[in-house]
C-alpha cells in the first residue's frame, strides 16, 4: 500500500490544541491533548490519508483518542476505520447518512478522483460513528472538557462544533470554510445563518476553525455570517420575483450562487407544499 505523506506540520492554536491543514481539498484536522487522552476532528478522506495523520498524531502524542467526525462528507469521515477500536462520535443524522449512503458516497468520489487515487478510495471501510447525540454532548478529554454541539440545519442536515473553552478554540466543521466559498451541495441556506448565528452567541471564542482553510478569528465568521444572511435573503426574493435581475446581487460567483440558489428554492418548494 503507498502511504499518502503530507509534509504539513501541526500548528498550535491554544493550549495544547493543533490544527493541521492538508493540501487534500485544504481539509482541517484537529487534535486536542489532555493528560493520556486526545480528541481526534475529522479522520479525512482514505485510509492511505488517515494513516498519514496517525504517524502526525504520533509525533505530538502517545496517547488513546476518541473521535469525532464533524458531519457526514466524505472528506471528514471515510478514514474512520484505521481509528477503531476508540469511540468515534457524531450527530445521530451523521451516522444515519454514513450507514445508509456511505456506500454509495464512495462509489461516487471513486468516480471523480484521480485515476491513481481510485484503488485508494475503493479501499475505504465504511465505519459510522458508534456515539451520537442530537443536540448536545461533553466529552472528558484527560480532564479537558469538550463541548459537542449541534446548532441547526446548515452544510449538511448534521454539522457539529467541538468547544474546547479552556483554550478558547472552536472547531466549526464546514460550517465555516476559509479561502473558497460555503460548499451549498446539500446545505440548507435558509437554516445556516441562524445556525451559525447560534453558534457565534454560544461560543464567543477568539478562535475558529474552519473545515478547510486558513484558522480565523471570530471576526471572518461573523463577515461569513453575512454573507449567509445575504444569500438566504435574495434566495427568498429570487423564489418570487424571478433569479436573472437578482443573480449579480449575490456575494458569490455564478456558480455557487446557483448552487446555493437551487437548494434555496428545494427549501422554500417544500414550504409551500
Known amino acids: 500500500m503507498t502511504l499518502v505523506r503530507e509534509l504539513k506540520s501541526w500548528q498550535e492554536v491554544g493550549d495544547r490544541v493543533y490544527v493541521r491543514r492538508h493540501e487534500s481539498y485544504d481539509m482541517n484536522v484537529g487534535l486536542v491533548v489532555g493528560d493520556g487522552h486526545c480528541l481526534v476532528f475529522d479522520t479525512r478522506m482514505s485510509h492511505r490519508e488517515a494513516a498519514d495523520l496517525i504517524e502526525a498524531i504520533r509525533g505530538i502524542t502517545a496517547s488513546p483518542w476518541t473521535v ?12 474512520n476505520a484505521l481509528f477503531r477500536p476508540a469511540e468515534i462520535w457524531g450527530h445521530a ?42 443536540t448536545a454532548a461533553t466529552l472528558d478529554i484527560g480532564g479537558r472538557i469538550v463541548h459537542l454541539r449541534h446548532f441547526g440545519l446548515g452544510h449538511s442536515s448534521n454539522d457539529i462544533v467541538a468547544h474546547i473553552p479552556d483554550a478558547g478554540v472552536v472547531f466549526a466543521g464546514d460550517l465555516v470554510e476559509q479561502g473558497a466559498p460555503p460548499a451549498f451541495g446539500d446545505s440548507y441556506p435558509l ?83
Open 68 to 79: 469525532v467526525n464533524s458531519h457526514a462528507h466524505f472528506d471528514h469521515y471515510f478514514g
Open 93 to 134: 443524522r451523521c451516522a444515519e447518512e454514513i450507514e445508509l449512503y456511505g456506500a454509495e458516497q464512495r462509489s461516487k468520489v471513486a468516480g471523480f478522483v484521480p485515476v491513481d487515487r481510485r484503488q485508494e478510495v475503493e479501499e475505504v471501510e465504511i465505519d459510522p460513528p458508534d456515539h451520537t447525540f442530537t
Open 191 to 273: 437554516d445556516w445563518p441562524d445556525t451559525t448565528a447560534r453558534m457565534l452567541n454560544e461560543m464567543r471564542e477568539p478562535v475558529y476553525v474552519p473545515g478547510h482553510g486558513a484558522v480565523v478569528d471570530r471576526d471572518f465568521v461573523v463577515g461569513q455570517h453575512g454573507d449567509l444572511v445575504t444569500v438566504a435573503d435574495l434566495a427568498r426574493r429570487a423564489h418570487v420575483e424571478g433569479l436573472r435581475d437578482l443573480i449579480h446581487a449575490f456575494p458569490y460567483s455564478e456558480e455557487v450562487t446557483r448552487q446555493a440558489i437551487e437548494r434555496a428554492f428545494l427549501q422554500l418548494d417544500a414550504l409551500q407544499a
